[in-house]
């Protein structure tokens, strides 16, 4: 017998030399070979909780499909690339069941690195990164990304790393954050909602030292220069 049958399904166990309708454990019934393998090739997952290579990890479980392992994993794990000995994050995707690189935009999610999933909310103190996918303690500001500068400012209202800051709040570079008032030596400019050291002449408008404030008229007594 060349090949073990279909029907009934049985799969060929090398180590006792005989057909069997379940695999040895650490070992997985191939369907397109009817043998077992400790290893499935591609577009197939070893799961542990069907002893088959499959094409998608069963949900009941709660596992993960880890190209690189080729298996369905409880955990998403971190690996180092070999050709740039970098080490590299996977992110736990519920959406798919699968170990992502970068979480997905629809539905919207970020990858958190203490835990190795991808979640709707950042955590307290990390802030969502549109570009990167990422809850990033700081975000990117003056950092080439993908060919271009990226500026953005942590907006604590929102959660996210912005390109704009929402309305109430200013841009500070020297923080790096929405907030709102400005650091000491710049000025907060209501219609850019930016920290700037110069306030702008169209419209034209004036630094107050005293709340570090552009206004469009100096207050009784002081003079716009």
């Keep these: ?26 070992w997985f019934g191939l369907n397109t070979t009817r043998i077992c393998t400790q290893s499935c090739p591609s577009p197939y997952y070893a799961d542990p909780s069907t002893t088959f290579c499959e094409l998608k990890c069963f949900v009941g479980a709660d596992r993960f499909a880890d190209n690189v392992s080729r298996s369905c994993v409880t955990n998403c794990p971190n690996y180092t690339d070999p050709i740039t000995n970098m080490p590299v994050i996977t992110y736990e995707d519920n959406s798919t069941k699968t170990c992502v690189l970068k979480c997905p935009f629809f539905p919207s999610l970020y990858g958190f690195n203490a835990t190795n999933a991808c979640i709707e909310d950042c955590p307290a103190g990390t802030f ?19 060919g271009v500068k990226k500026y953005t400012w942590a907006d604590s209202a929102t959660g996210y790393c912005m390109k704009d800051c929402t309305k109430g709040s200013f841009a500070d570079n020297f923080t790096v954050e929405c907030r709102p008032s400005c650091s000491e030596g710049t000025f907060a400019e209501n219609s850019t909602w930016r920290c700037v050291y110069m306030c702008p002449v169209n419209p034209i408008s004036f630094a107050k030292t005293s709340t570090r404030q552009c206004v469009s008229q100096c207050d009784v007594g002081y003079f716009g220069d």
């Design 1 to 26: 017998m060349k090949q073990c049958p279909t029907v009934p399904s049985l799969y060929a166990q090398n180590l006792t030399r005989s057909c069997v309708a379940f695999c040895d454990i650490g």
């Design 128 to 146: 969502g990164d549109n570009d990167t996918r990422l809850c990033l303690d700081k975000c990117f500001f003056n950092v080439v990304f993908n």
